[in-house]
C-alpha cells in the first residue's frame, strides 16, 4: 500500500513535466491536442525564448540566479546564527523570542505586503536602479522555517563535542564555527537547496520590487508570452523546460541531505 501511494504520487508530479516537455516541442497547430508525442515535433518555441523576448533569456537566467544564489548566503549566515542561539546560548526571553519565530511561520507574504512595501518606500529602495536588488535582498534575507530547522538540527548535536572543545580553551565563536558548524553541514545544504527553489521560482516579491525590466527574473519571460485573449504555450513550456533544469540538478546532487535533515530534525523538540 505504502509503495503504490508513492509511486501514484510519482506519476502525478512527474507526468505535468512531461506534458510541458511535450508542448514545448508541438507546433502551435497541435498544442490542443491530446497526444503526448507531437507529430510533426519542433524547436521553434526554444528559439523564440533564445531571440524573442526582452530582456533575452541570458539576463533573466543571470538575473535570477545573482539573487537566489545571494539569497541562498543570507539563509545561509543568519539561520545558522539564530539557531544557534536558540539551541545553545541561554539569554532572557529565549523561549519566548523563538515562539515569536514559529509564529512568523504562520504569516503569508501576501500579509505583510502592505507594510513592507511602505518600509521600502520609506527606505527609499522602490526605484528602476541598482537598490531594486537591495530590496528584494532586504525581504528575503531569513526565514523563521530554516531557523527553526536549524535550532532543531543544533539540538541533535552532542554537547559533549562542546564540552571537549571547551576544555580546551573554545570560545563560544569558535564552537560555533568549528564544532556547529562543521557537523551541521546536511541540514545546511538542505536549506541552501530549498532556498534556491523558492528564490528561483518566486514571482510575488520580484513582480513588485524589481520595477527595471533590467533587473526581472526568469518568471517575467513567462509573462510575456501570455496576453489579453490568448497565450502562446510552446513558448512558455519551453521556458518552463529551460527554468527547471537547474533545480532538477541541485536537488538529484542534494536530495540526501533533505532526507536525512527531515529525520533527524523530529527528533529532538
Not at 188 to 200: N, P
Request: proline content about 7%.
Amino acid at each position: 500500500m505504502f509503495y503504490s501511494m508513492l509511486i501514484f504520487y510519482s506519476v502525478i508530479t512527474v507526468v505535468p513535466f512531461i506534458w510541458s516537455v511535450s508542448t514545448s516541442i508541438k507546433p502551435s497547430d497541435e498544442v490542443y491536442q491530446s497526444n503526448l508525442i507531437p507529430e510533426n515535433p519542433t524547436v521553434k518555441a526554444y528559439a523564440t525564448v533564445f531571440g524573442k523576448i526582452q530582456p533575452n533569456f541570458q539576463t533573466l537566467f543571470a538575473n535570477s540566479l545573482f539573487i537566489a544564489c545571494v539569497v541562498v548566503v543570507l539563509h545561509l549566515i543568519f539561520a545558522a546564527l539564530a539557531g544557534y542561539a536558540f539551541a545553545r546560548l541561554r539569554f532572557p526571553g529565549r523561549d519566548a523570542l523563538f515562539f515569536v519565530v514559529l509564529g512568523c511561520m504562520m504569516v503569508p507574504d501576501q500579509l505583510r505586503l502592505v507594510p513592507m512595501y511602505q518600509l521600502l518606500v520609506k527606505m527609499e529602495l522602490i526605484n528602476t536602479g541598482p537598490t531594486n536588488y537591495l530590496a528584494i535582498f532586504l525581504v528575503k534575507a531569513i526565514s523563521a522555517a530554516d531557523v527553526f530547522l536549524m535550532r532543531q538540527y543544533f539540538l541533535t548535536i552532542p554537547r559533549e563535542l562542546e564540552d571537549a572543545a571547551k576544555i580546551d580553551g573554545a570560545g563560544p565563536f569558535q564552537l560555533f564555527s568549528k564544532i556547529m558548524l562543521p557537523n551541521a553541514a546536511p541540514v545546511l545544504a538542505t536549506i541552501a537547496i530549498m532556498t534556491f527553489q523558492g528564490t528561483w521560482n518566486d514571482l510575488f516579491w520580484p513582480s513588485i520590487v524589481l520595477q527595471s525590466p533590467n533587473h526581472w527574473t526568469l518568471p517575467f519571460g513567462i509573462l510575456q508570452f501570455k496576453g489579453q485573449f490568448s497565450t502562446d504555450w510552446p513558448p512558455i513550456m519551453a521556458l518552463v523546460v529551460l527554468s527547471t533544469i537547474p533545480i532538477l540538478a541541485l536537488y538529484t546532487f542534494g536530495q540526501r541531505y533533505i532526507i536525512n535533515v527531515q529525520l533527524s530534525s523530529s527528533v529532538k523538540g
